[in-house]
């Protein structure tokens, strides 16, 4: 008896976010969980290279006066800060540079990048593009490689990307919805846009993913990464569905390589006909 073929490893296929090459293509955040060590079985579940924290003190800091930090393998993971809970740009900027000085006293490379959030309410948590694009110039300026939340708007993603920034991330739907990706032919105009004449940059989907279809289908489209928090945080059963959007993240980006067949209105045999046993 032949025995079985030994499982076959995906390609190696590293995502360039400026100075930072990860060997992975899935980002994930760390709030919401029920306990830090749940958060952390999570994480190492989910295969990712790079968490994003919160580092707004409020955000940081919990009600026994713990940092998140302290729960987390800064040796292992790459810190991206994010500045979630901020409403303009003034805030956000003054947020980024905090991360960034929490950081390099932390001696975690990720201190010089941020994932920039400028809300426009609390009720929906859209970006203020005007705020976003305001903060990204302004810290481009101060030296930090930039990854934008963004709407799925092709102009204001190609204006984020003049301005500089090394990531322009536009949402599946709304932060922690779970409706998927609701937009995908804006999805593939932002990608357009972006990747004309530059078809290395990055452009992950940040936001709304709920299930590893979700994620699936964000990859398919073309996006390079896929970066979540509460697909994972809020599940029933948190760690397996970490395990989960691991595997469609990957299974996404390999299918969207490999090309899919185009679609067809009428059926096609998928056995040939020729040879086949003439009827009487």
């Not at 960034?100 to 490379?109: F, S």
């Given at each position: 008896m032949n025995a079985a073929p030994a499982p076959v490893s995906p390609p190696s296929d590293p995502l360039q976010l400026g100075s930072h090459t990860l060997s992975g293509r899935l980002i994930v955040g760390t709030g919401k969980y029920a306990s830090p060590?749940?958060?952390?079985?999570?994480?190492?579940?989910?295969?990712?290279?790079?968490v994003t924290v919160a580092v707004r003190r409020e955000r940081l800091i919990d009600s026994a006066g713990k940092s998140l930090l302290d729960y987390l393998d800064l040796s292992r993971y790459t810190i991206l800060p994010n500045t979630a809970g901020c409403f303009s740009a003034e805030?956000?900027?003054r947020v980024a540079r905090l991360g960034?000085?929490?950081?390099?006293?932390?001696?975690?490379?990720g201190a010089e990048w941020v994932k920039i959030e400028v809300l426009a309410d609390k009720k929906t948590l859209l970006p203020d593009p005007l705020g976003t694009l305001e903060a990204t110039e302004q810290l481009v300026a101060d030296g930090f490689k930039v990854l934008c939340y963004t709407t799925d708007d092709p102009v204001t993603a190609k204006r984020l990307k003049d301005a500089g920034a090394t990531s322009v991330m536009p949402a599946g739907s709304p932060i922690g919805s779970g409706q998927g990706v609701l937009n995908p032919n804006n999805l593939r105009i932002c990608l357009e846009y972006l990747k004309e004449n530059d078809p290395d940059y990055p452009v992950i989907c940040d936001a709304g993913?709920?299930?590893?279809?979700?994620?699936?289908?964000?990859?398919?489209?073309?996006c390079d990464g896929v970066l979540l928090n509460t697909g994972i945080a809020g599940a029933s059963d948190p760690l397996a569905?970490?395990?989960?959007?691991r595997h469609a993240c990957i299974a996404g980006r390999l299918g969207f390589k490999a090309g899919r067949i185009p679609k067809k209105l009428y059926a096609t045999a998928s056995s040939p006909e020729e040879g086949t046993i003439a009827g009487e």
């Open positions: 060590e749940q958060m952390v079985a999570c994480l190492d579940a989910s295969g990712a290279e790079v805030d956000a900027v960034r000085e929490i950081l390099d006293g932390l001696e975690n490379p993913v709920g299930t590893p279809s979700d994620v699936a289908i964000a990859m398919e489209l073309g569905m970490a395990h989960a959007m």
